[in-house]
């Protein structure tokens, strides 16, 4: 009797536990159709077809005649970066735009890697795909998805793509091979932009799962930052058995609640009870002057672009010195916000001239300046916290790099309950906003060891 009694309640406990579980629920992947007009009835083309950027002697007149027939607005005295990008330093880009920078010779940079494009949901989605050029014996190429964010570009992984395909070059013998494809978002660089409202981060990261199942990759890694970080979260919810690890080097998609209000408040006195580091708590506090100010005062072209894009995105479009101007203004201060108190922005500290141009110019021969605007538009006109993604926690191992001058902080202890098995965070000793385009060599590290922790965890399976 003792025994049946005994059975009972082991069997009671398994079945209640297995009821009471907490399911790992993912994202519904729907569906979608971004081309003109109506859906066809006839299956859609999967042809992935090589691609080039090209240019041309008009396209290159019609800028230099722009650029030369420029007008600049006086600066106030010692404004620096201050009030935007500051037009004495304006000038020095402008003339080395015209009279130095050589696009055909960019072109030729750009062509660098294998382009592609083929058409998912009713539009052309451009993507590099690298391979490696060489092997280890016995070793397979890892796949890794990498995305960008705005005002980004696919160039931006330029400097990262040989450090992670051909780490045996770079004195890197042990390190994990990859084979990269990198995409850009529709409607940014090379991509076409959709044609119908609703283009959400969801809606990228399914036609970005369809790309890699194309590509015939079944289990793949991702990695992604900005708007890619967010783009690559929704693709873990989506098919987080085929996103082997997540991997970000910033994070924008986690919310904040009553718990976060209080750390807020109290964490910089009892920063252990919170769970802060010490690096948490020399990135947090003041709070008010070193996350609410802060985001305050860089934030302000997020609200145009949620609201109005097409507004202000005609101008842009127009005008390529504006356009230069409104984009080298963030790689300026989302560098480092103390570059605004230098007349150059400190543009020059850690990128080209060349390097810089470069990415402008992929937003002027595409002429994508508005559809890349729009994308906060369609992500923010129904606020915070409304999305089924923003409320769904993400299972997929995750690695996390912090950049110490990133406008956006998110210590650990904030990531909890969206990212629930976080097997890496690592604070970087510089760098900011753009990861990849600044320090590549450091995100590139930390990739690779992100790698490895998940691929012995799987062998030890």
Same mark, same amino acid.
Not at 42 to 64: G, M, N, Y
């Given at each position: 009797?003792?025994?049946?009694?005994?059975?009972?309640?082991?069997?009671?406990?398994?079945?209640?536990?297995?009821?009471?579980?907490?399911?790992?629920?993912?994202?519904?992947?729907?569906?979608?159709?971004?081309?003109?007009?109506?859906?066809?009835?006839?299956?859609?083309?999967?042809?992935?077809?090589?691609?080039?950027?090209?240019?041309?002697?008009?396209?290159?007149?019609?800028?230099?005649?722009?650029?030369?027939?420029?007008?600049?607005?006086?600066?106030?005295?010692?404004?620096?970066?201050?009030?935007?990008?500051?037009?004495?330093?304006?000038?020095?880009?402008?003339?080395?735009?015209?009279?130095?920078?050589?696009?055909?010779?960019?072109?030729?940079?750009?062509?660098?890697?294998?382009?592609?494009?083929?058409?998912?949901?009713?539009?052309?989605?451009?993507?590099?795909?690298?391979?490696?050029?060489?092997?280890?014996?016995?070793?397979?190429?890892?796949?890794?998805?990498?995305?960008?964010?705005?005002?980004?570009?696919?160039?931006?992984?330029?400097?990262?793509?040989?450090?992670?395909?051909?780490?045996?070059?770079?004195?890197?013998?042990?390190?994990?091979?990859?084979?990269?494809?990198?995409?850009?978002?529709?409607?940014?660089?090379?991509?076409?932009?959709?044609?119908?409202?609703?283009?959400?981060?969801?809606?990228?990261?399914?036609?970005?799962?369809?790309?890699?199942?194309?590509?015939?990759?079944?289990?793949?890694?991702?990695?992604?930052?900005?708007?890619?970080?967010?783009?690559?979260?929704?693709?873990?919810?989506?098919?987080?058995?085929?996103?082997?690890?997540?991997?970000?080097?910033?994070?924008?998609?986690?919310?904040?609640?009553?718990?976060?209000?209080?750390?807020?408040?109290?964490?910089?006195?009892?920063?252990?009870?919170?769970?802060?580091?010490?690096?948490?708590?020399?990135?947090?506090?003041?709070?008010?002057?070193?996350?609410?100010?802060?985001?305050?005062?860089?934030?302000?072209?997020?609200?145009?672009?949620?609201?109005?894009?097409?507004?202000?995105?005609?101008?842009?479009?127009?005008?390529?010195?504006?356009?230069?101007?409104?984009?080298?203004?963030?790689?300026?201060?989302?560098?480092?916000? *103390?570059?605004? /108190?230098?007349?150059? $922005? +400190?543009?020059?500290?850690? @990128?080209?001239?060349?390097? &810089? =141009?470069?990415?402008?110019?992929?937003?002027?021969?595409?002429?994508?300046?508005?559809?890349?605007?729009?994308?906060?538009?369609?992500?923010?006109?129904?606020?915070?916290?409304?999305?089924?993604?923003?409320?769904?926690?993400?299972?997929?191992?995750?690695?996390?790099?912090?950049?110490?001058?990133?406008?956006?902080?998110?210590?650990?202890?904030?990531?909890?309950?969206?990212?629930?098995?976080?097997? *890496?965070?690592? /604070?970087?000793?510089? $760098? +900011?906003?753009?990861?990849? @385009?600044?320090?590549?060599? &450091? =995100?590139?590290?930390?990739?690779?060891?992100?790698?490895?922790?998940?691929?012995?965890?799987?062998?030890?399976?």
């Amino acid at each position: 009797m003792l025994l049946e009694i005994l059975l009972a309640l082991v069997v009671g406990t398994v079945i209640y536990l297995f009821l009471t579980k907490k399911k790992e629920e993912t994202l519904p992947i729907g569906d979608g159709w971004w081309g003109k007009g109506k859906k066809p009835d006839s299956e859609e083309d999967a042809t992935v077809h090589p691609f080039k950027v090209e240019t041309s002697e008009s396209e290159i007149k019609d800028l230099h005649k722009r650029l030369d027939q420029a007008r600049f607005t006086e600066p106030l005295e010692d404004s620096y970066f201050y009030y935007g990008f500051n037009a004495t330093y304006l000038k020095k880009i402008t003339s080395y735009w015209r009279n130095q920078f050589d696009w055909k010779k960019q072109v030729e940079v750009l062509n660098r890697f294998p382009q592609f494009k083929t058409k998912v949901e009713g539009i052309d989605v451009h993507f590099l795909h690298v391979k490696p050029s060489r092997l280890p014996e016995g070793r397979s190429a890892k796949p890794l998805l990498l995305v960008h964010g705005w005002p980004g570009s696919v160039y931006e992984f330029y400097k990262i793509i040989p450090l992670l395909t051909d780490p045996a070059s770079h004195g890197l013998s042990d390190e994990p091979v990859f084979e990269v494809i990198c995409p850009s978002i529709p409607g940014y660089g090379f991509s076409e932009a959709p044609h119908k409202k609703g283009f959400t981060s969801v809606s990228c990261a399914r036609i970005f799962y369809r790309l890699m199942l194309r590509l015939d990759f079944k289990e793949f890694y991702a990695e992604g930052g900005d708007w890619g970080s967010l783009i690559c979260t929704n693709l873990a919810q989506i098919a987080p058995n085929h996103v082997k690890g997540l991997h970000l080097s910033d994070v924008v998609n986690t919310g904040l609640g009553f718990k976060h209000l209080l750390s807020a408040l109290l964490g910089q006195y009892f920063p252990k009870l919170f769970g802060f580091q010490e690096e948490d708590v020399q990135q947090l506090f003041p709070f008010w002057k070193k996350m609410v100010f802060k985001l305050l005062m860089e934030s302000g072209y997020a609200h145009i672009q949620a609201t109005r894009p097409d507004t202000a995105g005609c101008g842009l479009n127009d005008s390529p010195l504006g356009l230069a101007a409104y984009i080298l203004e963030k790689f300026a201060l989302w560098t480092n916000l *103390s570059h605004e /108190y230098l007349e150059d $922005g +400190g543009l020059e500290k850690k @990128f080209t001239l060349d390097d &810089l =141009l470069t990415n402008v110019m992929i937003y002027w021969v595409s002429g994508c300046i508005v559809s890349s605007m729009r994308f906060y538009k369609e992500n923010l006109k129904n606020g915070f916290g409304t999305e089924k993604h923003e409320k769904l926690a993400v299972y997929v191992p995750t690695g996390i790099t912090s950049f110490p001058n990133d406008f956006i902080y998110f210590p650990r202890s904030w990531l909890h309950p969206t990212y629930v098995n976080i097997v *890496s965070y690592n /604070y970087m000793p510089q $760098g +900011g906003h753009f990861a990849a @385009f600044e320090e590549p060599e &450091l =995100l590139a590290a930390d990739i690779r060891q992100f790698v490895k922790k998940i691929e012995k965890r799987s062998f030890t399976k």
